[in-house]
């Protein structure tokens, strides 16, 4: 089967095909840890999880790597202003790292309660300076950096192919520039690689010795003059995606990720940079998912929708509902976030997993060790069979999850294959999906209001008498108010939201 996907460098869709037989290798730029990640940022990474998840389940093996950049991303792309890390430090009164590994530890537990597959190597910026120091100073030595006051620059104009992956040619980023007036970069489009800790970044906590890569403390700093010898400083934010990946998946690998808003600077600032100093094509496919907007608008602080995972799960909502609202939508196309929307994804999602549930019957793990030891492919009916082929085409089909998930439905609902065929097939998918379709839903308990306990009350006092007329009448009001009551073996009776 041909696996077609929407390649940004070159805006069509292409026949994928890795450079290993049977392995790709993919890079996804990760999060910035300075704050707790929102859903906007967790579309993203969903969608490299899917590509990942989607390689497998057709066949391949896949080496993944995400960065995790600690150090050196300011607040804006011209360069300029705060390090973000650092920002965030300030505002919490502790050191840059420590606001790295708490912001981190959150984001590797989001991507837990999300099903994201932890990527193969999950690489620190500020492990990896050495190699960001190295790949600069290849750069220098092939002539295509130059150095102003506050740091070394990216010279664009050398770089021919600059604004392949965006469309944008330099002089139309040099029209739509109007910061760059004060600046001493030659070029509006040329970018830092490293940056002096001088003038607005004095203060820098995080400062290496450009010549030995040795991390100093702050109160080792030494005067400007001093600082400017040594250079020291910190590394750009696009200068480590180059080096990390080439570090871990070689010079030129198969699929890069991001989102759109990477496309115009930041993802096309690593081509430059990489292709410049290996003289190699640096990536095969860029895919790039799109926005996430919120009641349809764009996500900011001052509006105070950056909703995180935990905002859902206080909502009484699975995490993994915001997996499924992701996947109804193609990820090449505006996604707009309403709660109403993820509330439908909700219950879609507790529709899946009733359903499979009563497919399973009681002993799951007895079923579970029966489809381990079959062979999938060779004893699937005829109509199972094309389901599942339906389901790789749609995949292969640059991705199309509403596609996909739509298969999935017709087999869980749908007759016409056996319950043993529809069990393994939506195991099968899932796996693509990663929507735990065969955990329970969990009923929620509810606390009952005074109210609700007066009936309780009444309930038991007509069961007591076997006044069973009242007492399926009251049970019918706790139905009106979507709830169940349960009996348990105590007497005590247990209110429960109804699925
Ligand atoms: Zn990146």
């Known amino acids: 089967m041909l696996i077609r996907f929407f390649n940004s460098l070159g805006r069509k869709k292409e026949v994928f095909e890795p450079l290993e037989k049977d392995r790709v290798k993919i890079y996804s730029c990760g999060p910035t840890v300075y704050a707790s990640p929102h859903i906007g940022n967790f579309r993203a990474f969903i969608f490299a999880d899917l590509l990942r998840r989607s390689l497998e389940f057709l066949g391949f093996t896949v080496e993944s790597v995400m960065n995790i ?14 390090d973000k890390l650092e920002k965030g430090a300030a505002r919490e009164g502790i050191s840059p790292l420590a606001i790295a590994r708490k ?6 537990d989001d991507l837990e309660k999300l099903n994201i597959e932890k990527p193969t190597y999950l690489p620190r910026a500020s492990e990896h300076i050495a190699e960001q120091i190295e790949l600069i100073k290849k750069l220098e030595k092939k002539g295509f950096t130059y150095e102003t006051s506050d740091g070394i620059y990216f010279d664009t104009s050398k770089f021919e192919n600059y604004g392949a992956l965006s469309g944008q040619k330099i002089e139309d ?9 004060k600046s001493e ?38 005067s400007e003059t001093e600082t400017r010898k040594a250079k020291i400083g910190f590394p750009g934010w696009h200068i480590e995606c180059s080096a990390m990946s080439m570090k871990y998946l070689g010079a030129t690998f198969d699929i890069h990720t991001g ?26 496919f860029w895919l790039h998912n799109e926005f996430l907007t919120i009641d349809g608008g764009k996500m900011s602080k001052s509006l105070g929708n950056l909703f995180t995972i935990e905002d859902i799960k206080a909502k009484g909502i699975d995490p993994l509902a915001f997996r499924l609202f992701c996947f109804g939508t193609h990820y090449r196309q505006k996604l707009n976030f309403t709660w109403e929307a993820l509330s439908s994804a909700n219950n879609r999602l507790k529709r899946m997993r009733n359903d499979f549930a009563k497919k399973i019957g009681a002993d799951t793990s007895q079923i579970f060790e029966i489809t381990k030891n079959k062979s999938f492919e060779t004893d699937l009916g005829n109509l199972a069979r094309t389901y599942k082929l339906d389901f790789s085409s749609a995949i292969s089909d640059d991705l199309n999850t509403p596609r996909a998930l739509a298969i999935l439905e ?27 379709l065969d955990q329970p839903v969990v009923e929620e308990k509810i606390e009952p209001n005074q109210e609700q306990q007066k009936l309780l009350a009444e309930r038991a006092a007509a069961r007591a008498e076997k006044d069973f007329a009242k007492s399926d009448e009251i049970r019918a009001k706790f139905a009106e108010m979507g709830l169940e009551i349960e009996d348990a073996k ?10």
């Open 410 to 436: 017709e087999v869980l609902f749908g007759e016409g294959i056996s319950q043993d065929e529809q069990r393994r097939l939506v195991r099968e998918f899932d796996k693509v999906l990663g929507l735990n």
């Open 69 to 82: 950049t600690d150090v050196g991303h300011l607040v804006s792309d011209s360069d300029s202003g705060e």
């Open 259 to 284: 989102g759109v808003d990477h496309i115009p600077v930041h993802h096309e600032n690593e081509i430059a940079q990489s292709e410049a100093a290996t003289d190699q094509r640096f990536v095969n």
């Open 173 to 181: 980023k040099e029209a739509g520039a109007r910061v760059a007036v």
């Open 490 to 499: 105590s007497g005590k009776q247990i209110v429960k939201k109804k699925n």
């Open 185 to 222: 970069k030659r070029n509006p489009a040329d970018f830092a690689l490293w940056k002096f800790c001088v003038g607005e970044n004095e203060n820098h906590i995080l400062c290496w010795n450009f010549e030995t890569g040795k991390q100093l403390s702050d109160k080792n700093l030494r």
């Open 103 to 108: 912001y981190e530890k959150e984001f590797l």
